[in-house]
């Protein structure tokens, strides 16, 4: 992939696994971000080419993208964790919601930029128990959810405003490593990772579709490749669902030790739901892309990596 892409939260989780991807495959990369959950050292490139700008600030934003201007924009930079947009709503609109539309502005009214990737969300659908294809209704839950469905309206007005291509991205859980937010699987890896084999946790019967960033990458990559005209709205799951007591049983695997649950009650969510499972045929079929990343695979690297890194800390 030739070409200047710039990514927004390109410093965060997913933002800095997709960087290094699209890097690896020729495209010259910025990162737009402002750092307040990313970190500077996730994001692969040099100080040049690294803008930290709240994307609140549309002037801000807009000078950067006069600066750049990028041929295609990977919109990713938002705030998601559930219950902090829950209990701070005017922020998280003011992030997720005009922020997108600072960004979208500054593609439209950018020379060059001839595609747009706006990074949606799983939790724009409502309550479900089978997969979930894009034609399914939405009804997000919660404030993050109505956050991201107003990002995805945006987004389609943006390209019935503009003839820019378009492509909303509906992420599902993500995993892997560099992760930012307190989610389930860095929950368990933090725990473990202290020494404790008896792990405190929410809920453990809800079940969630598990993608790697790596898979999730390259399902980005393959979409940019082949969405080069129209607006376009694609699951990115794994199409694969597993409960969190499945997720503690991978990381017993990996550990070849008998890990004990308690539920702790503080963490049990009032409102949650059993199923989140994607159907992503329409990714496969448009891309040919398949998930190369178990859950077992990817615990198992993040074990390693976390086992240095905390070993190197406590010695
Ligand atoms: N992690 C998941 O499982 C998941 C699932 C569904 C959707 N998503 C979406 O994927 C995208 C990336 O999520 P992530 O998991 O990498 O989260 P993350 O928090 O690691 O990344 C978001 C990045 O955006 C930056 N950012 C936040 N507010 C900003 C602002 N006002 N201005 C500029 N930068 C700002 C943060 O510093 C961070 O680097 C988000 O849009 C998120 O809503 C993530």
Not at 37 to 63: K, N, S, T, Y
Not at 234 to 259: D, H, P
Not at 275 to 295: C, F, M, N, R, Y
Request: aromatic letters at 6%; hydrophobic letters at 40%; a negative charge.
């Amino acid at each position: 992939m030739k070409g200047k892409v710039l990514v927004t939260g390109g410093a965060g989780f997913i933002g800095s696994a997709v960087c290094a991807h699209l890097a690896e495959l020729g495209a010259t990369i910025h990162v737009l971000d402002d750092l307040s959950f990313g970190r500077r050292e996730l994001a692969p490139v040099p100080d040049d080419r690294f803008h930290q700008v709240d994307i609140r600030d549309r002037a801000a934003v807009m000078r950067v993208f006069d600066a750049v201007r990028p041929e295609r924009v990977l919109h990713l930079a938002a705030i998601h964790f559930i219950p902090y947009c829950n209990e701070h709503p005017a922020e998280a609109a003011e992030i997720n919601i005009n922020g997108t539309i600072n960004v979208l502005d500054a593609c439209a009214s950018s020379p060059g930029c001839v595609q747009v990737f706006v990074a949606s969300t799983a939790a724009v659908y409502p309550i479900h128990d089978g997969a979930v294809n894009e034609d399914h209704v939405t009804g997000p839950l919660d404030i993050y959810g109505t956050t991201k469905l107003a990002c995805e309206r945006f987004a389609s007005e943006f390209h019935l405003r503009t003839g820019i291509a378009t492509i909303v991205g509906r992420f599902f859980n993500a995993f892997g490593p560099n992760e930012t937010n307190p989610h389930l699987i860095p929950e368990i890896q933090q725990q473990l990772l202290s020494g404790s084999r008896t792990l405190r946790l929410g809920n453990l019967d809800p079940k969630r579709d598990f993608i790697h960033t790596h898979d999730m990458s390259r399902a980005m990559a393959a979409l940019l490749e082949k969405c080069v005209r129209g607006h376009h709205i694609f699951n990115i799951g794994r199409g694969v669902e597993y409960s969190v007591r499945e997720v503690v049983e991978a990381f017993e695997r990996q550990l070849g030790e008998r890990i004990t649950i308690e539920v702790d009650p503080k963490r049990v969510r009032k409102v949650e739901r059993m199923h989140l499972l994607a159907d992503v045929s329409a990714l496969k079929e448009l891309t040919g892309w398949e998930p190369q990343w178990s859950i077992d695979e990817g615990v198992s690297t993040l074990l390693q990596e976390r086992s240095t890194t905390f070993d190197e800390r406590v010695g």
